[in-house]
């Protein structure tokens, strides 16, 4: 454990440090490591001002108590940072149980299971021809088959086309280079 005191307009006496100390190793106790943390005294009027912030793995937390008693704020401020530590701890243990159980729900399999898989989620379409046409030809027939594409040999050349419906109700022509 890491602790670094200071005080501003007071000065921090030992059975401060000892409290602080104490409190501090049991919040170390909940999160299972060391702890790196800044305790700032403060006292401004007749208000005495508790500023603690721990870094924990991940982050920051930070606890803020102002009362007309040091021993009112620090036992204040070391409450709220311990409901906070909680919290995070719970946090993260939430979240390590959750990828467990999508690992679980996701087991893995062999290369040839996802082969066929991948093989079931295509169809096979007969929506072409393979006899020369025009593009004019291809749009005609591609109507009457009621397809969402129809792909043809052009006339006159080796090529492939293909005939597509778009959402705006004309069609597209995609002409492979």
């Not at 979240?95 to 295509?122: C, D, L, M, T, V």
């Not at 007969?126 to 025009?134: D, G, H, I, T, V």
């Not at 088959?145 to 050349?157: D, G, P, Q």
Request: hydrophobic content about 30%.
């Amino acid at each position: 454990m890491n602790v670094n005191y200071t005080a501003r307009n007071t000065d921090i006496t030992p059975e401060i440090k000892k409290y602080c100390e104490r409190r501090l190793r049991s919040i170390e106790k909940i999160l299972g490591y060391p702890v790196k943390v800044d305790v700032v005294v403060t006292v401004e009027k007749s208000r005495y001002i508790v500023e603690i912030n721990l870094q924990i793995k991940g982050g920051t937390l930070n606890s803020v108590e102002e009362t007309h008693k040091l021993s009112d704020s620090l036992s204040a401020a070391f409450d709220h940072l311990e409901r906070r530590v909680k919290k995070e701890k719970e946090k993260l243990v939430e979240r390590k149980r959750r990828s467990s159980k999508k690992r679980e729900s996701f087991p893995p399999s062999s290369r040839a299971q996802e082969e066929e898989r991948f093989q079931e989620k295509i169809v096979r379409s007969q929506s072409f021809s393979a006899k020369p046409m025009s593009v004019e030809e291809a749009l005609l027939q591609f109507e009457a088959t009621k397809e969402e594409a129809f792909m043809f040999r052009k006339l006159n050349s080796e090529k492939w086309g293909v005939l597509y419906k778009k959402k705006n109700g004309n069609y597209g022509l995609i002409e492979p280079e």
